[in-house]
T-cell receptor, first 111, second 114 residues
Framework: GNSVTQMEGPVTLSEEAFLTINCTYT??????LFWYVQYPGEGLQLLLK???ADDKGSNKGFEATYRKETTSFHLEKGSVQVSDSAVYFC??????????WGAGTKLIIKP | IAGITQAPTSQILAAGRRMTLRCTQD?????MYWYRQDLGLGLRLIHY???????GKGEVPDGYSVSRANTDDFPLTLASAVPSQTSVYFC?????????????FGSGTRLTVV
């Protein structure tokens, strides 16, 4: 069946460091891919998405490219801030119109 | 501010009691969802509705029921609460039923069943 695998956290970085959070997927057909962010005590927010191969989603300095050849959708940011500390979820929209969720990766940014 | 309103924010409930979690959206989104979030288990879909008047079962529907009488409201009812239903519950919506649509989430209801 369809699945999403994210790198385990927590990921701890210093402010201004480069961020990569890995996400790979298994799916039939042509899924859409999403990144959501959850700040402490809040609901999830859509961060970015890509709906077809080679699309790049971007928002708030974050970006991710839909790579069909490697079945990946890694999240990157060039220079992280303390305010980026949150849990990040990768998700896949499949042909059944359901969202398949990754387990989430906690990101901690130290000043 | 457009979005999803969930109520209550938190609740402590005695086991065996009935409880309805409220969810209202003002974006005229067609599809709505209920998730529970548990540490180590991630997000699990309880029930969904792809349009007013229709509902469907998600991954973990047992012990829960929903209704969708109109576009805006999607209440979740626990008929007889059990401790394993202690969780954070999130309501979400999307513009339509389809794989390309991102979800908007509410702020959640933290439920403790004792």
């Amino acid at each position: 069946g369809n699945s999403v695998t994210q790198m385990e956290g927590p990921v701890t970085l210093s402010e201004e460091a480069f961020l990569t959070i890995n996400c790979t997927y298994t799916a039939t057909g042509y899924p859409s891919l999403f990144w959501y962010v959850q700040y402490p005590g809040e609901g999830l927010q859509l961060l970015l998405k890509a709906t077809k191969a080679d699309d790049k989603g971007s928002n708030k300095g974050f970006e991710a490219t839909y790579r069909k050849e490697t079945t990946s959708f890694h999240l990157e940011k060039g220079s992280v801030q303390v305010s980026d500390s949150a849990v990040y979820f990768c998700a896949l929209g499949d042909s059944n119109y359901q969202l398949i969720w990754g387990a989430g990766t906690k990101l901690i940014i130290k000043p | 501010i457009a979005g999803i309103t969930q109520a209550p924010t938190s609740q402590i409930l005695a086991a065996g009691r009935r409880m309805t979690l409220r969810c209202t959206q003002d974006m005229r989104h067609n599809a709505m969802y209920w998730y529970r979030q548990d540490l180590g288990l991630g997000l699990r879909l309880i029930h969904y509705s792809n349009t007013a008047g229709t509902t469907g079962k998600g991954e973990v529907p047992d012990g829960y029921s929903v209704s969708r009488a109109n576009t805006d409201d999607f209440p979740l009812t626990l008929a007889s609460a059990v401790p394993s239903q202690t969780s954070v519950y999130f309501c979400a919506s999307s513009e339509s039923w389809g794989r390309n649509y991102g979800y908007t989430f509410g702020s959640g209801t933290r439920l403790t069943v004792v």
